[in-house]
């Protein structure tokens, strides 16, 4: 068994010094670590605001005209972002128009008295409900569901 009372001041003072320096290092680390999670976390709410609105004004003309192909063709310029997951756009009434889902992943839309404008989070997952408007009308709302676990290759 290691015993201090018998080692020189010299070691003990080493000894002091690096327990001190681990703990500083270790509390740093806990402290960087966490700050990239808020930060991670805020910047993917950012960025699917901004993806919601770019697709909330491309899909107007789909939704004006009843193009469900032009729809299919926007949504999945989302392939480009790996954390969508789900894209979902819904018309007036509510009912599925064109959807994107990444890779062989299946989900059913949220039930519609979840559909509620805005940011939500559910769990590890962050859903984006943002209406598509021309006009003063609505057309339709787009949902994005948005999974930062997932890593795609």
Known sequence: MFSLRNTSLQTKQTIVVMVTCTVALLLASIGFAFYEVLSFRTELKHNATILAEVLANNTVAPLQFDDKNSATEILRGLRAEPNIVTAILYDQHGNEF????????????????ERIDGVHVKGADLLMFRPV????????????????????M
């Open 98 to 113: 064109s959807r994107y889902v990444r890779g062989a992943i299946k989900t059913d839309g949220p039930p519609r008295e």
């Open 133 to 152: 408007i021309n006009n003063g009308e609505r057309l339709g709302t787009v949902y994005l569901k948005c999974a930062p676990h997932v890593v795609t």
